[in-house]
């Protein structure tokens, strides 16, 4: 099926490594051009940068802390620059933090990790949507995570930042409509990304893990990106305001498939 990318803007934040490297590898194998944000890791970004440019395609790699308004907007403007605009922003870049409890938590640890994800995905979805909204086309897909409905002892800034970022989406969705421009959320469950390597290699970890999620097994970083193509594209000009979940059913409560 061809999904109409071809040649579409597209920037991934946090594009050089886990699921975020998946999504812009993806975007790059439909032929559109893509540029990846990073903070850290830049070979990561010189080497997508490399194979995209060898096989053909554009692709750019941009260094940026999403949640510095002045460094957002220098991101933006390079890619004003270099492609006189964008169609496709994947909000992927995030952190968890440390795990605390919340009583017991660092005051600006916690402030970290929501000034990333919740503030840093707002600073780029201005950007983006400033300029989707003039040409009337566009979609803003923002990275949630399972964990925006589900409780998750010692993460309480993660948390409330995906759950803030779900309720921000639907409210930019509701503003952008009228423009023709979308915004929606996808929500990973537990994926095999480096950020929980911990846990998928660790032989106790990975058993339990298995029993939160009904299809018993892990996700791979293209179960995601295979997701975000298809609703950056056309093929679903028809889904706003909402959140996908890619999490092989964990946010079906799988501890009660057995009763209450």
Not at 89 to 105: C, K, M, S
Not at 203 to 222: N, S, V
């Amino acid at each position: 099926m061809d999904l109409g990318l071809t040649n579409k803007r597209v920037l991934v934040t946090g594009g050089n490594s886990g699921l975020g490297a998946a999504i812009a590898k993806a975007f790059a194998a439909e032929d559109a051009r893509v540029a990846i944000n990073y903070l850290v890791n830049p070979r990561q970004a010189d080497i997508f940068v490399e194979e995209v440019t060898v096989a053909g395609g554009e692709a750019l790699q941009l260094r940026a802390d999403i949640s510095d308004p002045e460094a957002v907007e220098a991101m933006f403007k390079a890619i004003d620059d270099a492609w006189g605009g964008i169609d496709i922003l994947v909000n992927n870049a995030g952190i968890d933090g440390e795990r605390a409890l919340g009583w017991e938590a660092d005051t600006d640890a916690w402030s970290k990790v929501v000034d990333v994800n919740l503030k840093g995905t707002y600073l780029c979805a201005r950007e983006a949507l400033r300029r989707m909204v003039a040409q009337r086309s566009g979609v803003v897909l923002n990275t949630t995570s399972v964990h925006q409905v589900i409780a998750w002892a010692g993460y309480s800034a993660y948390t409330a930042s995906k759950a803030g970022v779900s309720m921000m989406s639907k409210s930019l969705a509701q503003e952008a409509a009228p423009h023709g421009v979308r915004v929606l959320c996808i929500a990973p469950g537990a994926i095999r990304t480096p950020i929980n390597r911990a846990v998928w290699r660790d032989a106790e970890g990975y058993r339990d893990l298995l029993t939160k999620i009904p299809l018993r097994r892990i996700g791979e970083p293209e179960d995601v990106a295979n997701i975000a193509i298809m609703l950056a594209s056309d093929a679903a000009s028809y889904v706003t305001a909402t959140t996908i979940f890619v999490d092989g059913g964990m946010t079906d409560y799988p501890s009660f498939a057995h009763g209450g």
